[in-house]
């Protein structure tokens, strides 16, 4: 009986908090469909507000009860609907990553380039706290690069992670005996020290994504030799400093990216600046980065992102700034 009464605590818990908090659906979040919703404006032509944020990965985040789409599916579904929307004229990308993955980013840059392309809509990247590495990577397609005054843009380049745990083994005496078809076949493994020749292929590979990355910027932007050898060095930037290298087109305020992207589109003044949300958001505005209302989140008491980033950073290449990965 004793044991009954302990096991009704966690379930009164569990009832309380999902009464308390609405908007706990039966769909998943990737299973309720996008809907628009107005934030400013009267005229009927639009400037859509798509949110970039947090790591960037194709794989799908897991909450507490069930999974969220992930970054790449979150933005193309964004994209696919407002290509299907004629009133749209423009589109500002808040940005706010320090990178992710490189396909990932890779993935998002195409897909942006793509829909310029079918489109003809223009593109504003409106950098927040930060846009690294893949968050650079994804803005260099839009037709103007904004930066809040306070933005850290930069770390052009790739980074290879590789966990290491055969130093710990070796302590607590545990092994793990490989049999392999070729030499480089284990190449990668965390159970032992990589030989020189295997550093040197990984190091060649991130020397041709690295490549990749700074022809992008070369394509895109107008930098000067010296100036790209800097950049180059994968260090990161205030918006100043961004500025006068080139890497961006100028410095303001989201509600400036909004006007930039207007006056680029020649939209009116007062055109409607918009969502898409799954779910509708009380006293909402562009400053809003979630599409949806995620309350089960309430019932962790642990860091559901923390868990996420770290779910993701499995051994494989980056366009990332990792100190900037959320904590």
């Not at 942006?112 to 846009?131: C, L, P, Q, W, Y």
């Not at 041709?208 to 910027?217: E, G, N, S, Y």
């Not at 918006?239 to 305020?253: C, N, P, Q, T, W």
Request: contains cysteine; glycine residues 6%; aromatic residues 8%.
């Amino acid at each position: 009986m004793k044991f009954l009464n302990w096991m009704m605590i966690p379930l009164a818990m569990l009832l309380f908090f999902s009464c308390a908090a609405p908007k706990i659906g039966i769909l998943s979040p990737e299973e309720v469909p996008l809907k628009e919703f107005a934030l400013q404006g009267s005229y009927k032509e639009k400037v859509l507000v798509i949110s970039v944020r947090g790591l960037l990965s194709n794989e799908p985040k897991f909450g507490w009860l069930r999974k969220k789409p992930s970054m790449v599916q979150e933005v193309v579904s964004q994209l696919r609907k407002a290509e299907t929307d004629k009133q749209i004229g423009a589109i500002v990308l808040k940005v706010d990553t320090p990178g992710g993955s490189v396909t990932a980013s890779d993935q998002l840059y195409h897909e942006i380039v793509s829909f310029k392309a079918r489109t003809g809509i223009k593109v504003v990247a409106a950098m927040e706290d930060v846009a690294a590495s893949g968050g650079y990577y994804l803005s260099l397609p839009a037709d103007h690069i904004t930066a809040h005054p306070t933005s850290v843009i930069g770390s052009v380049g790739v980074i290879f992670f590789q966990p290491r745990f055969y130093g710990l083994m070796e302590k607590i005496g545990v092994a793990v005996d490989v049999n392999k078809s070729g030499a480089n076949k284990d190449m990668g493994s965390p159970f032992r020290a990589a030989t020189k020749e295997e550093e040197r292929i990984i190091q060649n590979l991130t020397d041709q994504l690295a490549k990749r990355f700074i022809d992008r910027v070369v394509k895109y932007r107008s930098i000067d030799a010296a100036a790209m050898a800097q950049i180059a060095t994968g260090r990161i930037y205030l918006a100043e400093d961004a500025l006068k290298l080139r890497m961006i087109d100028s410095i303001g305020y989201l509600d400036e990216a909004v006007n930039k992207a207007i006056d680029l589109a020649g939209l009116p003044q007062n055109a409607k600046v918009v969502v898409y949300r799954r779910f509708e958001n009380p006293n909402d505005n562009f400053y809003n980065t979630a599409t949806s209302t995620e309350s089960t989140d309430k019932l962790s008491m642990i860091n559901i992102d923390l868990l996420d980033n770290m779910a993701v950073m499995k051994t494989g290449f980056y366009y990332l700034w990792p100190s900037a990965v959320s904590n």
